[in-house]
């Protein structure tokens, strides 16, 4: 065991405090803006431009997956993750941003300001109901992610880690419900900032440390060949699971969010553009640190990788820096946990509440309940962090794979397939569910086949057969018209 609270000072204490006293800031300040109706709540009256784009995009695509997650993976497997997994990332993402993203900003109508409305829209309300239900799921990885976060705070203070939980969950939960997108707007904006400085020194501080990092591949392969090699020693059945796991943000309702909120589709090519190019130079990072932790910490990192890769970081970083990459970390917690907790108040109120049980809701109702659900649900993820104590990289596969394996299909095929039904989207999403839960649960992935490709296949056969056998001529002038 590593003891943190014995090279953590004052001046790293200061960093985080007043961190966080700014994101409450910022929460109270947008609060009023935020309240106005549920367009104003969740996409922030669609008025985003490319700078405010950009530290929004960034912080939703980058987690403490990106960089406790990354680093566990750095760690186990090496720079193999980089060429089976972030090198695909960054190139599976580029139609998301030069054209997806523009598609559904200008072309979807005003209504739609979340993903089952974009079913709705696309296909029927019964398939908004089904998209609606199988989101809630997925929220569990917001637990995991509040387990990196609290984990560091309880390493660095000595505190309970619960306390920990407790704590960054709670704040969380305060500024998303005060300010919605337009506050996460703003403090996003703060957290690409913290994250960009804290991957530059944490670089830097790595290299001065080994002498270069091309003896930090010397000293990696020494413990494991595989870790310096493009494969790692994987077989092609998991290389290809890891590189569809790169198409999981095409599912992902952060991602039709943010693109919701933007004022036109020409600001989502250029920010999120310069996203992608951040995106390899921070994950680059990031696993590289975990490679280093293993080689100065192995026997701490064979108990526990995330421990190890904090261990690098307070051996690499100076006094100060330190505390400023664990606000780096919380940053990347607290923009994606925010943004989910937002997405699932949404969710329940807006597109079930009043979807389909109350639909005379007014907006200020609107507005309330979500906030409402907001705190149930916070409260509840930090509850779940028992689940994922053992490390993030499960419960990305799980929550992240579930999104990929049942909603790409009618998500693409609704927006370009021409000859696309309400009942394929429908059928396609439902039994796409229950697929993945025969696939991954009962069956557990017979001839090693990963449950999302199994599933990717299996939902366009259904909804291809599907469509053919539901279109006809009223389908098609809807199309056209």
């Known amino acids: 065991m590593i003891d943190f609270t014995k090279i953590w000072s004052g001046l790293d204490w200061g960093i985080i405090v007043v961190y966080f006293l700014l994101i409450i800031t910022v929460g109270l300040v947008m609060r009023k803006r935020a309240s106005k109706n549920m367009k104003s709540f969740f996409v922030a009256s669609r008025r985003l431009t490319i700078p405010v784009l950009i530290g929004v995009g960034a912080a939703s695509w980058i987690d403490s997956w990106s960089i406790v997650g990354l680093a566990e993976c750095g760690t186990t497997m090496g720079i193999c993750i980089l060429f089976i997994y972030v090198i695909p990332n960054t190139i599976l993402r580029l139609p998301l941003a030069l054209w997806i993203g523009p598609f559904v900003r200008d072309k979807m109508p005003d209504w739609v300001i979340t993903m089952p409305d974009l079913m ?23 637990a995991a992610l509040l387990t990196a976060g609290g984990q560091v705070i309880a390493y660095v203070t000595g505190i309970n880690m619960w306390v920990a939980f407790g704590i960054l969950g709670v704040i969380i939960i305060f500024y998303t419900s005060l300010s919605g997108l337009w506050g996460l707007a703003v403090t996003d904006m703060m957290q690409f900032i913290v994250m960009s400085v804290a991957a530059g020194v944490l670089c830097l501080g790595m290299y001065s440390h080994f002498g270069g990092f091309a003896t930090l591949f010397e000293q990696a392969g020494a413990i494991n060949p595989n870790l310096i090699t493009i494969s790692g020693g994987n077989n092609m059945m998991e290389i290809l699971s890891w590189a569809i796991g790169a198409l999981a943000m095409y599912a992902n309702s952060q991602s039709y969010q943010r693109f919701g909120s933007s004022k036109s589709g020409g600001d989502i090519k250029v920010s999120y553009s310069c996203i992608m190019l951040f995106g390899i130079f921070f994950s680059t990072i990031m696993v590289l640190a975990g490679m280093a932790a293993l080689v100065e ?144 649960f009962v069956l557990e992935c017979p001839g090693g086949v990963p449950t999302n490709l199994a599933c990717i296949i299996f939902s366009a056969l259904v909804y291809v057969i599907v469509a053919k056998l539901t279109y006809k001529k009223e389908d098609a002038k809807k199309i056209a018209a």
Do not use: N
């Open 120 to 142: 709705a829209y696309m296909y029927s309300k019964k398939t908004k109901l089904i998209m609606a239900i199988g989101m809630l799921p997925p929220f569990l990885y917001e």
């Open 297 to 440: 910490y192995p026997e701490v990192a064979a108990a526990s990788p995330s421990e190890a890769f904090w261990g690098i970081v307070f051996t690499t970083l100076p006094i100060g820096l330190r505390g400023l990459f664990v606000a780096a970390v919380l940053s990347a917690v607290m923009s994606t946990v925010s943004a989910d907790y937002l997405i699932c108040g949404a969710v329940v109120v807006h597109d079930i509440f009043k979807g389909f049980i109350k639909p005379e809701l007014g907006d200020k109702a609107e507005v309330k309940g979500t906030r409402i659900v907001i705190w149930c649900v916070g409260i509840a993820m930090i509850i779940a962090t028992y689940f994922w104590q053992d490390g993030i990289s499960k419960a990305y596969y799980y929550c992240g794979g579930f999104q990929v394996a049942a909603f790409i299909v009618p998500l693409m095929f609704g927006l370009f397939y021409r000859r696309k039904t309400a009942a394929a989207g429908f059928w396609s999403l439902l039994l796409t569910i229950v697929m993945y839960a025969v696939w991954q």
